[in-house]
């Protein structure tokens, strides 16, 4: 179980393949984990075909990727909260530094936001729907149009469809509350395009049609979790086997 404070009153719980926030005690479940029960299509079968021959195998690719998306999260993080970032660099707590590749879509993020300035107005941002809650990446105005837009970093080798779709939702959770929000932007790190990266800007047509696919996902996850809960069971943080000294003989002290 992971527990972290994301700001007052706001608790995000990681449990497995779980993830929730909090908010006042109430608990919702993250977008991530909804939509991991909408189906990527043909061409994420076909890529993981070809890196697999088991289970076990596939469990393991989704997890390195997962932990390469932590690793480029935190790299972008960092340079947009105008810290100083190196190669070398352990990200997110990580035991060893970028690799080459990884190093290579950092820059390519890097020479996006020089290119086109956005104008920072958060980073990490938890946001609440009525019924699930998730994080974003950026929360920007664009320099040149003044709109106000949310972007989020990915990397892999296509753009998918859940991925727009959970753009989707945070911006309509933004919207419920009252934040207005013109659009979403994706950018995947690491395509093959001359300026490394592949960018996906959505038009008003573009968040309610995947907004309706993230609902889609919605009903398929509340069917497998009819009454969602956490479930938190205490248990100690470590063990240790208590010993009794066996008992002195004649003569020993």
């Not at 419920?176 to 959505?202: M, P």
Request: charged residues 30%.
């Amino acid at each position: 179980m992971i527990k972290k404070e994301i700001r007052p009153g706001v608790i995000q719980l990681t449990l497995d393949e779980e993830r929730w926030y909090f908010i006042n005690d109430v608990p919702f479940p993250s977008v991530t984990w909804i939509l991991n029960y909408f189906p990527k299509g043909i061409g994420f079968d076909i890529y993981l075909a070809e890196k697999v021959h088991s289970w076990e195998q596939a469990k393991q690719v989704l997890r390195e990727a997962g932990e390469q998306g932590a690793r480029l999260h935190w790299g972008m993080e960092q340079y947009l909260s105008g810290n100083p970032l190196r190669i070398d660099d352990h990200p997110a707590n990580s035991p060893y530094p970028f690799s080459a590749k990884e190093w290579q879509m950092i820059l390519a993020g890097v020479s996006w936001v020089d290119k086109y300035k956005p104008t920072i107005l958060s980073i990490e941002e938890s946001v609440f729907g009525c019924d699930y809650a998730g994080t974003v990446d950026l929360v920007y105005k664009d320099f040149v149009t003044g709109e106000k837009k949310i972007l989020d970093w990915k990397h892999g080798k296509y753009m998918y469809a859940n991925q727009k779709a959970q753009q989707a939702a945070y911006v309509k959770a933004m919207r419920l509350n009252g934040i207005e929000v013109d659009g979403f932007d994706i950018i995947r790190l690491g395509s093959k395009h001359k300026v490394g990266y592949e960018w996906f800007e959505s038009k008003e047509e573009d968040i309610k049609y995947y907004y309706h696919l993230f609902r889609c996902a919605m009903r398929f996850w509340k069917d497998e979790n009819p009454k969602p809960a956490p479930k938190i069971i205490e248990v100690p943080e470590g063990l240790n086997l208590e010993v009794e000294p066996e008992p002195a003989t004649d003569g020993e002290i």
